[in-house]
């Protein structure tokens, strides 16, 4: 089964501070590619970082960062200096080479900066 | 900047019904997709579409559903007798590349009663 765990349903961080938002995911497959997108309240999702599963390089982009352990099958993301506008809800998802870019999602979590 | 819109943002129907929900995606992209969310679950996958085909459905995307690209900017959802299990939040989303950024619509909320 291909599955998708976000294990924290709801995380709250002070603004300025770093947070870690925790994924791990199932698969047999070896090619494939990890996305984190972000949905503000009353907000489209949009993404946030994306990483390829061949690149040993963990993916960054500005305040956010990926750890990604793919013998482990986890992919988290870190948020550094968080800021009020990053408060949204947070889906980690993956997609398999040749399956038509199909995502698998997570449940979701929804993440608090608080002044 | 390009977004993908969708209408409506609610639709309420009677069991049994037919809806279509319709989805304009950003117009140099050639992926298509539909997802759903139901309240308090997960966002699930339905259907992917290029060169109006699909390329990829899940087991939810069964023969009550169909998708459509009837004029070269709107992509369509079609469900021909809705369940009361199919009230659910879809999102439509469009790409320029398989395996690149999906852009996501707001959503349709859609209620059968």
């Known amino acids: 089964a291909q599955t998708v765990t976000q294990s924290q349903p709801e995380m709250s961080v002070q603004e300025a501070e770093t947070v870690t938002l925790s994924c791990t995911y199932d698969t047999s497959e070896n090619n494939y590619y990890l996305f984190w997108y972000k949905q503000p309240p009353s907000r489209q999702m949009i993404l946030v970082i994306r990483q390829e599963a061949y690149k040993q390089q963990n993916a960054t982009e500005n305040r956010f960062s990926v750890n990604f352990q793919k013998a482990a099958k986890s992919f988290s993301l870190k948020i550094s200096d968080s800021q009020l506008g990053d408060t949204a809800m947070y889906f980690c998802?993956?997609?398999?080479?040749?399956?038509?870019?199909?995502?698998?999602f997570g449940q979701g979590t929804e993440l608090s900066v608080k002044p | 900047e390009p977004e993908v819109t969708q209408t409506p943002s609610h639709q309420v129907t009677q069991m049994g019904q037919e809806v279509i929900l319709r989805c304009v995606p950003i117009?140099?992209?050639?992926?298509f997709y539909w997802y759903r969310q139901i309240l308090g679950q997960k966002v699930e996958f339905l259907v992917s579409f290029y060169n109006n085909e699909i390329s990829e459905k899940s087991e939810i995307f069964d023969d009550q559903f169909s998708v459509e690209r009837p004029d070269g900017s709107n992509f369509t959802l079609k469900i021909r007798s809705t369940k009361l299990e199919d009230s659910a939040m879809y999102f439509c989303?469009?790409?320029?590349?398989?395996?690149?950024?999906?852009?996501f619509g707001p959503g349709t909320r859609l209620t059968v009663l």
């Open positions: 989303a469009s790409s320029d590349g398989v395996y690149n950024e999906q852009f």
């Open positions: 117009s140099n992209h050639l992926y």
């Open positions: 998802a993956f997609m398999i080479y040749n399956q038509g870019g199909k995502l698998i």
